[in-house]
């Protein structure tokens, strides 16, 4: 992967060029699917304990935060076994719960591939780790992003199912040329989704979940507004990729996510959306039910550029 010059090969991968980030010719080695052997062995003593130590510090700081079904994956799933996960391993214990494996790739992959995987019920993961001094941050998804992040959610069978409806809705509005709202439907589920479970709120989305500091922000701070999820209000709103959200949706369950995305015609709400403007990632609206109304006063700095 490399940033900046490197070709951009799809149109699609806007979300992808907004964050910086570009998708190149597919590398040699690797499959026409963008699929690589996560090669296992090859991770070096210091790798391991680079997982190690964001493991603990993150599954410290989640005490009382992640959603039930996060810490059920985390379980069944035996991520808190030392070092990197083998991806081999990992699949067989998902897959005998939901169908789902995980797969590896270089880095960022083309939208298409990307909906492609996720609807045969592939997870693609990055099979590199972030230095020791990138602990609190990097650009691009690694592979405690992707597997701590992303994977524990999978092992839950409504989620798995909704990720899977998610990939078939990705490779339509592909063809609506109507990826720059479904995005907004992951970025706000997917990764940086709340859950309101009877003790509280808690914290669903991969980017969080994977992040020290928005995995307080998202639950403590008072500076973001928490809004009950609402689709079409969630296809509307643009998010930041600089920084902390400033607005955080809160589902009920995952049979509500699974329900609107599988069960919904989005051409209908693709053509609704084209008429109606888009909200600023602070946006209140009058049809908003607010669960705790944000100051927005959290120093929004870009900390991420
Ligand atoms: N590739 N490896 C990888 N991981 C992603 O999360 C990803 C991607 N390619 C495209 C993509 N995501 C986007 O289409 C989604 O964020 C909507
Ligand atoms: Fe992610």
Do not use: C
């Not at 590398?27 to 997982?51: K, N």
């Not at 989704?193 to 008072?222: C, H, K, N, T, V």
């Not at 209140?284 to 550029?305: C, E, P, W």
Request: aromatic fraction near 12%.
């Amino acid at each position: 992967m490399q940033l900046s010059t490197a070709k951009i090969v799809s149109p699609a991968t806007k979300i992808a060029h907004d964050m910086g980030l570009t998708v190149t010719d597919r590398p040699p080695g690797t499959a026409p699917d963008w699929t690589i052997p996560q090669d296992w062995a090859g991770y070096s003593a210091r790798e391991h304990t680079v997982w190690d130590l964001l493991f603990a510090r993150q599954t410290d700081m989640l005490k009382g935060r992640a959603s039930e079904a996060f810490r059920r994956g985390v379980e069944h799933l035996r991520l808190s076994d030392r070092g990197i996960p083998n991806f081999e391993e990992l699949s067989e214990r998902l897959s005998k719960r939901t169908g789902w494996r995980v797969v590896a790739v270089p880095g960022l992959v083309p939208d298409d591939v990307f909906f492609e995987h996720l609807a045969h019920r592939r997870f693609v993961a990055g099979r590199f780790i972030r230095k020791p001094e990138q602990l609190d941050y990097l650009q691009e998804p690694d592979v405690f992003h992707d597997l701590f992040g992303h994977v524990p959610l999978l092992s839950d069978p409504v989620f798995a199912d909704y990720m899977q409806a998610y990939g078939l809705g990705g490779l339509k509005a592909l063809r609506l040329n109507a990826l720059e709202k479904l995005a907004r439907l992951y970025w706000y589920t997917v990764e940086f989704g709340l859950i309101a479970e009877p003790g509280g709120l808690r914290l669903y989305g991969a980017g969080i979940l994977s992040s020290f500091g928005e995995s307080q922000f998202a639950l403590d701070d008072s500076s973001p507004h928490r809004v009950k999820f609402d689709l079409m209000r969630v296809m509307r709103t643009r998010y930041r990729i600089d920084d902390y959200q400033q607005t955080y949706f809160v589902i009920d369950n995952f049979e509500e996510l699974l329900h609107q995305t599988r069960d919904a015609d989005f051409t209908p709400l693709y053509a609704q959306l084209g008429k109606l403007p888009d909200l600023a990632p602070d946006a209140v609206i009058g049809s908003d039910l607010i669960l705790s109304r944000g100051t927005q006063n959290h120093a929004y700095r870009g900390k991420f550029q």
